[in-house]
């Protein structure tokens, strides 16, 4: 009897895990938290909106091209507004080096090498 009861509790145990690691994965996933770093991928985006607002071709078209649209606008807005961002990026930067000591600032300027190397680099596919 105490055998089957020890097995009982090992297989429970077991599901839970397999359950939870399940449920954490979707939650993960299809909330959008572990595809962040993907970047904008417009084909997801028509095929999610296509899907769920039951589109037809021609709003599909009409979608791809307003998403074309904005995406080109937004590229020239973002040039525009970089350099400001880039000046008080680099602002911030040297204030706090003012108040940093020798061995702080070293390990400050390879932190902002290695952000500035995640930033310039292009998103996954």
């Given amino acids: 009897m105490?055998?089957?009861a020890y097995l009982y509790f090992i297989v429970t145990f077991l599901l839970g895990i397999i359950v939870g690691g399940a449920s954490v994965f979707f939650y993960g996933?299809?909330?959008?938290?572990?595809?962040?770093?993907?970047g904008f991928d417009k084909q997801r985006i028509v095929r999610r909106m296509s899907r769920d607002l039951n589109l037809n071709e021609t709003q599909v078209r009409q979608l791809?091209?307003?998403?074309?649209?904005?995406?080109?606008?937004?590229?020239?807005?973002?040039?525009?507004?970089?350099?400001?961002?880039?000046s008080l990026r680099?602002?911030?930067?040297?204030?706090i080096r003012q108040i940093l000591a020798p061995e702080q600032l070293t390990k400050f300027n390879e932190m902002l090498r290695r952000f500035e190397e995640r930033r310039k680099k292009p998103p996954a596919p």
């Fill in 29 to 38: 996933w299809y909330g959008g938290r572990w595809r962040y770093d993907r």
């Fill in 90 to 95: 680099e602002e911030s930067n040297n204030r």
């Fill in 64 to 86: 791809e091209q307003i998403m074309d649209d904005s995406m080109r606008k937004f590229m020239e807005l973002r040039k525009q507004v970089d350099p400001q961002f880039d």
């Fill in 2 to 4: 105490t055998r089957r």
